[in-house]
């Protein structure tokens, strides 16, 4: 746990935290390869959900991935990699729950994520919710 001492602390100041180096670079290559070769390949459970079809926004071509833990074996390894959960349990105190996996394609033009809390949607007690997010392409302020 002393390896995320900082982390821990930053997390606590601000509400979020960046861990760097976590996954490493032939590691998120192989991811960003796999889920582009799965989006290629068709539909899956949930992809529309909140994309408006009447739109031009790009992820009409990209949309999410939902659940993939349940489909497929590369996601449920990445939601039960030992360095996340280190990484989570750090932060919370204790270890989490795996609840949800969840891909989002950002192609440029496309809307962003709008502000939310997880908490909210997923309504959990005692209210800790906490998410993990792997950028799989290079990202800054200016993309997102």
């Given at each position: 746990m002393?390896?995320?001492?900082?982390?821990?602390?930053?997390?606590?100041?601000?509400?979020?935290?960046?861990?760097?180096?976590?996954?490493?670079?032939?590691?998120?290559?192989?991811?960003?390869?796999?889920?582009?070769?799965?989006?290629?390949?068709?539909?899956?459970?949930?992809?529309?959900?909140?994309?408006?079809?009447?739109?031009s926004?790009?992820?009409?071509?990209?949309?999410?991935?939902?659940?993939?833990?349940?489909?497929?074996?590369?996601?449920?390894?990445?939601?039960?990699?030992?360095?996340?959960?280190?990484?989570?349990?750090?932060?919370?105190?204790?270890?989490?729950?795996?609840?949800?996996?969840?891909?989002?394609?950002?192609?440029?033009?496309?809307?962003?994520?709008?502000?939310?809390?997880?908490?909210?949607?997923?309504?959990?007690?005692?209210g800790?919710?906490?998410?993990?997010?792997?950028?799989?392409?290079?990202?800054?302020?200016?993309?997102?």
């Amino acid at each position: 746990m002393m390896q995320f001492e900082e982390e821990k602390a930053f997390y606590e100041d601000k509400g979020y935290v960046v861990v760097r180096g976590l996954f490493g670079e032939e590691e998120t290559a192989a991811l960003r390869e796999h889920y582009m070769r799965l989006r290629e390949e068709g539909a899956y459970p949930g992809d529309f959900d909140g994309v408006d079809a009447s739109s031009s926004d790009p992820l009409k071509r990209y949309p999410r991935m939902i659940h993939m833990h349940r489909w497929d074996e590369a996601s449920l390894k990445w939601l039960l990699d030992s360095r996340l959960c280190a990484a989570m349990t750090a932060l919370l105190g204790r270890e989490p729950y795996a609840v949800q996996t969840m891909l989002y394609f950002k192609p440029g033009g496309a809307r962003g994520q709008a502000l939310h809390q997880d908490q909210f949607y997923l309504r959990v007690q005692p209210g800790t919710c906490l998410a993990a997010w792997l950028a799989l392409d290079r990202c800054d302020e200016a993309n997102g």
